[in-house]
């Protein structure tokens, strides 16, 4: 790499340089409204599983970005599909569509 005298910080948002785009692209084939997700956490404030064990759609979203698809999977593996967070997102995104479609996306290898 080209040493330019000084260092980038790595953007927390997203890491270009391990991103999956293809699969990104099938995710929002299925569930276009993916690319309104302002990482608010809302979803994740009021998530029924989430009062128990790990679970939020946030923080799967913020994986997906960084290449850590494993950590995303994981992060709704004990999603009941309740529908709450639905309610609250104020984006209006389908959330429990929107899981069904990431772990249909990123559970195949
Ligand atoms: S509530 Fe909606 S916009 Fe906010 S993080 Fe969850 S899915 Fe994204
Ligand atoms: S659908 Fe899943 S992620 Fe959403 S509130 Fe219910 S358990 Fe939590």
Excluded: W
């Amino acid at each position: 790499m080209v040493d330019f005298g000084f260092t980038l910080v790595p953007s927390s948002r997203i890491n270009l340089d391990l991103f999956d785009k293809e699969k990104y692209e099938e995710l929002v084939s299925m569930e276009p409204d993916v690319r309104i997700c302002m990482a608010c956490g809302s979803c994740t404030a009021v998530c029924t599983a989430g009062k128990f064990v790990h679970t939020s759609l946030r923080e799967a979203m913020e994986d997906i970005f960084n290449a850590k698809t494993d950590n995303a999977l994981e992060s709704l593996r004990a999603c009941q599909l309740c529908g709450k967070c639905a309610m609250v997102c104020p984006r209006g995104i389908n959330t429990r569509h929107l899981i069904m479609s990431i772990t249909k996306v990123y559970s195949k290898k």
